[in-house]
Antibody, heavy 115, light 109 residues
Framework: QVQLQESGPGLVKPSETLSLTCTVSGGSMSSFYWSWIRQPPGKGLEWIGYVFYSGSTNYNSSLKSRVTISVDTSKNQFSLDLSSATAADTAVYFC?????????WGRGTLVTVSS | EIVLTQSPGTLSLSPGERATLSCRASQSVSNNYLAWYQQRPGQAPRLLIYDASRRATGIPDRFSGSGSGTDFTLTISRLEPDDFAVYYCQRYGGSPPSTFGGGTKVEIK
């Protein structure tokens, strides 16, 4: 059974870069897309982007100028960097398997952007 | 960009009743690339249905998906206590690659 676990700071200052890592266990990263999805408190889901195991990416156009998603298959990890963070980026961030529909999710990690 | 509108916003039903949730797209969803997820409080979403009507692994057959083009439906034939949750639809495979609907909350009446 594939398991995913998000890690990273729970508090980020405005204008700084929000950085998270997802560690994948119980399965190979090969041949799959890997996504980041977020959910502001009390609101719905927003797809951020995905990375293919080979490194190619696709991002939500509304975040594209600030987002970088990368993969390190040797460590079974993929990462999210979101630059110039604002309070609007406060959300639970989920990592997940799949670039289309998503079949395995991490538990999510709350990131608050505040000074 | 395709916008997904889910209705109703909240559905109040009793255990054992049938739930019918709607997801309407502003443009036709190519290849019926539409998924449904269930999210219980404090948990990650769980994939229920993909390709509009295919049940994901381990999903009970009381969950079914139907529809095509712009109108899609998730039906829960007989609600069980664990089914009271928020449900999201998602379209995928186009440009942009993925968008979610706003969700429908199924609550106990």
């Amino acid at each position: 059974q594939v398991q995913l676990q998000e890690s990273g700071p729970g508090l980020v200052k405005p204008s700084e870069t929000l950085s998270l890592t997802c560690t994948v266990s119980g399965g190979s990263m090969s041949s799959f897309y890997w996504s980041w999805i977020r959910q502001p408190p009390g609101k719905g889901l927003e797809w951020i982007g995905y990375v293919f195991y080979s490194g190619s990416t696709n991002y939500n156009s509304s975040l594209k100028s600030r987002v970088t998603i990368s993969v390190d298959t040797s460590k079974n990890q993929f990462s999210l960097d979101l630059s110039s963070a604002t309070a609007a980026d406060t959300a639970v961030y989920f990592c997940a398997r799949g670039g289309w529909y998503v079949d395995f999710w991490g538990r999510g990690t709350l990131v608050t952007v505040s000074s | 960009e395709i916008v997904l509108t889910q209705s109703p916003g909240t559905l109040s039903l009793s255990p054992g009743e049938r739930a019918t949730l709607s997801c309407r797209a502003s443009q036709s969803v190519s290849n019926n690339y539409l998924a449904w997820y269930q999210q219980r409080p404090g948990q990650a979403p769980r994939l229920l249905i993909y390709d509009a009507s295919r049940r994901a692994t381990g999903i009970p057959d009381r969950f079914s998906g139907s529809g095509s083009g712009t109108d899609f439906t998730l039906t829960i034939s007989r609600l069980e206590p664990d089914d009271f949750a928020v449900y999201y639809c998602q379209r995928y495979g186009g440009s942009p690659p993925s968008t979610f609907g706003g969700g429908t909350k199924v609550e106990i009446k």
